[in-house]
C-alpha cells in the first residue's frame, strides 16, 4: 500500500473533492492510499482504522465460512465506501476486501473522524442512501442468477473483474459466485472463445471484443430494480 503525499495527494483530494458529502472540514488528516492489484485492502476478521471512499478502480468482498470455503460474495468500485458497517457497528465480522486493480481510495482515519461522522446528519444521509442502494444491487444479483442466461451474468463478471483488458479469475471461484457448473462455465468460456470475445492465454483471457460483452452485460443494467 501506498500513502500519497504532497502535490500527489493535492492533485487527488482536489480533482476528486468529497468535501461536499461532509458538514465539517475533512481534508485536514484525510489520506490518499493506493492499492496494487490482489493486495488486501481490509484482511478478514481485522476492524480496519480508516473509512475508505473509492476514487479509482474496484475490489473484490470475501467470506470465509465456518467449513473453511472462501466466497466471493460482492464487488466494490468507485464512488463506493469501504469500512462503513465497521463505523456503525462496534461489533462487527469484517469481510475480506481485495484489490481487483489499482484502488485508490480517500481514508479518513477512524481515531479522528468517529465521532464527527457519526454526529453529522449531511453524512449520514449520504451513507444511508448508498446503504439502501447497495442493498437493492444485492437482491438484484440474486433474482438475476434466476432470470437470466450465464452468457448476460458471465459477461458482467468479466467486465468488473478485467485488469486492463487481461481476465485471470479461477473458475472454482466463479463458480460459486454465478451459481452454476463447472462444465457449464467452462461451456460459455469456449463460446466467447469461438465468437473471438476473447482469446485464451495459458490460464488468463484477454478481451478481444468489449462492444460484445457489454451489449450482453448491458441487459442485466437495464432491469428495473
Known amino acids: 500500500m501506498e500513502v500519497y ?74 464512488n463506493d465506501y469501504i469500512g462503513e458497517m465497521e463505523l456503525l457497528n462496534d ?22 473522524y468517529r465521532t464527527k461522522l457519526l454526529e453529522d446528519a449531511k453524512f449520514l444521509r449520504e451513507l444511508t442512501n448508498f446503504l439502501s442502494v447497495k442493498a437493492t444491487h444485492m437482491a438484484a444479483k440474486y433474482s ?18 478485467a485488469d486492463q483488458g487481461i481476465y485471470k479469475e479461477k473458475h472454482i471461484t466463479v463458480c460459486d459466485y454465478l451459481g452454476v457448473s463447472y462444465r457449464h462455465l467452462l461451456h460459455v468460456f469456449a463460446q466467447f472463445c469461438d465468437k473471438n470475445y476473447l482469446q485464451k492465454q495459458g490460464r488468463n483471457y484477454q478481451i478481444k471484443q468489449y462492444d460484445y460483452l457489454y451489449e450482453l452485460a448491458e441487459v442485466l443494467k437495464n432491469q428495473p430494480i
Open 5 to 78: 503525499k504532497g502535490g500527489k495527494k493535492g492533485l487527488y483530494m482536489e480533482k476528486h473533492s468529497i468535501a461536499h458529502i461532509f458538514s465539517f472540514p475533512v481534508e485536514e488528516y484525510m489520506e490518499v492510499h493506493e492499492y496494487r492489484r490482489d493486495e488486501w485492502i481490509i484482511k478478514e476478521g481485522m476492524r480496519p482504522d480508516f473509512l475508505f471512499y473509492v476514487i479509482e478502480g474496484n475490489a473484490k468482498i470475501y467470506l470465509t465460512h465456518q467449513n473453511g470455503k472462501v466466497s466471493l460474495i460482492n464487488f466494490i468500485n468507485a
Open 91 to 112: 461489533v462487527y465480522y469484517t469481510k475480506g476486501i481485495q484489490a481487483s486493480t489499482k484502488t485508490i481510495c480517500f481514508a479518513l482515519p477512524f481515531h479522528r
Open 144 to 161: 438475476q442468477s434466476l432470470a437470466f442466461p450465464l452468457e448476460n451474468r458471465l459477461a458482467d463478471f468479466i467486465l468488473q473483474t
